[in-house]
Each structure stands twice: as C-alpha cells, then as structure tokens.
C-alpha cells in the first residue's frame, strides 16, 4: 500500500502507473475522463477490441465480466460490498435513467442547488422549460446545505438532487444523511452527484448515513 509520504514525493509515487499521460512533468489531475489515464487503460481498450475480434457477437460473456469488476472497484471506493449499480457512458445517461422512471405528472417538482455540475444544471434547465417546477436553493453557506434542501421537499417533489462535492468550490456536502432520511419519510426520490468525489476524497456511505439508503434500489436514493 502506498503511503502518504511516498504520495507527497516528488515524484509522486503514482506517476509511474500514468507514463504515457507523462503526468511527471505535467500537472494533470486524476478522476475526470479528459485528465490522465492510468497506463493499464490502454490494455483495457486493447483487450476489447481483441476479445470483439476473436468472439464477435459472443463477446458479451467476457464484456459483463469486465463489468462486474467495475461494479466492484465502484463498490470499494463506496465502503459498500453489497451495493446495487449500473453503469452508464456518462453523468447524463445516468441521469436521464433516474428523471425517466420519475412520476412527473403525480411530483411535478424538482428541488436541487445553484452549484450543481453541468450535467443537472443544464438537464434541469431544460425541464424548466417544458413546465417542470425547479427549485434552486442556494449553495452557500454549505454547512446548511442539505438542511435547507430537506426543507424545501414537499408531497409534490419528485427528487431532491444535489453533488456529494461542489465542483465550483471544492467543497463537501454535509448533512447528507439526514437530508436522505427527510427524503425517505417523504417519498421523495434523493439523487447524490458523486462525480466529483469519487477517487478524490473519502466516500463512506456508513460515515455519511447512507449505507441503508445506497444499498436497495426501494430506498430512494441514486448515487451518479
């Protein structure tokens, strides 16, 4: 295991696992699709396209595979072994899956913050204007973040969506988890963006209170 020292070291003791990247002398900041890759990306790309060669339509049994060991990476950096997750090419595909299999009509609104990602911003805009009430509540001060998002769920609130980490400040969310157990005793949907946080700062659904919640789909919560 690669210890705190050996990661402040110049260089970084990671930087031999990302060559071709040649993040040794360029700053290049992991967990993001267009920062460094980890050289073993390039095999991955390599062995799928041998096993579509060699297997062809039969190729499925060893692509499911792959899947399962994401799902597993996944489930490690979530402290959560039993955890239900689909994979998607993206934030938005994931996201279009979860506002799809929404009631709109019965809950015609949606309750997120004003310092959410691209992917809900420009989503939600959107619903906004097809009639979708959406209720922006302010990012700021994030210590009551998650408490005055609990506070704006009402009987008509279809989801309550909002980031594990803000990406335009950097900072942690608190309070999620009893923003979920508000969600819950509400029948409202609660979506957590962890894009940016996945890979970059500790995510424990346990210390967070949302073991219960992230570990069955019946729970009301989806984590991106």
């Known amino acids: 295991m690669t210890t705190l020292t050996e990661l402040r070291a110049t260089p970084n003791a990671l930087a031999e696992h990302y060559s071709r990247f040649r993040v040794a002398q360029r700053l290049l900041l992991t967990a993001h699709s267009h920062q460094a890759w980890p050289d073993v990306a390039r095999q991955g790309l390599l062995d799928a396209f041998a096993d579509a060669a060699e297997e062809v339509d039969t190729k499925w049994d060893a692509a499911f595979a792959k899947a399962e060991q994401v799902r597993e990476g996944f489930r490690g950096f979530l402290g959560e072994p039993a955890a239900q997750l689909a994979l998607g090419a993206n ?8 506002l799809s299999a929404l009631d709109l009509r019965a809950r015609p609104r949606l309750v997120t913050s004003d310092g959410e990602f691209h992917t809900l911003r420009r989503q939600l805009a959107r619903l906004a204007e097809a009639g979708i009430e959406v209720v922006r509540v302010s990012a700021q001060p994030v210590e009551t973040l998650a408490r005055r998002l609990a506070a704006e769920a009402d009987d008509r609130t279809g989801a309550v969506l909002v980031s594990a980490v ?22 409202t949907e609660l979506l957590v963006d962890t894009y940016h946080a996945l890979g970059v700062v500790p995510v424990s659904l346990w210390g967070r209170g949302l073991d219960s919640a992230c570990s069955s789909q019946h729970a009301n919560i989806g984590c991106i």
């Open 166 to 187: 803000l990406f335009g400040t950097s900072e942690i969310v608190p309070g999620l988890g009893e923003l979920a157990g508000a969600c819950a005793t509400r029948g």
């Open 91 to 98: 934030t938005h595909e994931l996201l279009l899956r979860l």
